[in-house]
Nanobody, 124 residues
């Protein structure tokens, strides 16, 4: 089992920045990749970004690349999501996810482990 705990959400004005963190614990040696998804009110959960634990290859939603950056601290088993130039449409609950297997990290079904989510609200 892998446990994930997100932090760093909050309220920010449009144009501002936030940095989300996700700390993994448990059987972290089995993690292949970690990622971020988000779910806005009334919408389906969508992929934001992912990072391979070995090698650090990153994957992004095409619409967010350039504003959002995913990174990791392997020693601390922590993944970060730096979000810049935030827009009101970025308002959502952001979820951290982890997979211990292969597959396309863009898909929810690949990730067996999920955090509880952290709210990000961007005011206009």
């Amino acid at each position: 089992q892998v446990q994930l705990v997100e932090s760093g959400g909050g309220l920010v004005q449009a144009g501002g920045s936030l940095r989300l963190s996700c700390a993994a614990s448990g059987r972290t040696f089995s993690v292949y990749a970690m990622g971020w998804f988000r779910q806005a009110p009334g919408k389906e959960r969508e992929f934001v970004a992912a990072i391979a634990w070995t090698g650090g290859t990153t994957y992004y939603s095409g619409s967010l690349k350039g504003r959002f950056t995913i990174s990791r601290d392997s020693a601390k088993n922590t993944v970060f999501l730096q979000m810049n130039s935030l827009k009101p449409e970025d308002t959502a609950v952001y979820y951290c996810a982890a997979t211990t297997g292969g597959g396309s990290y863009y898909y929810e079904r690949v990730h067996a482990y999920w955090g509880q989510g952290t709210q990000v609200t961007v005011s206009s």
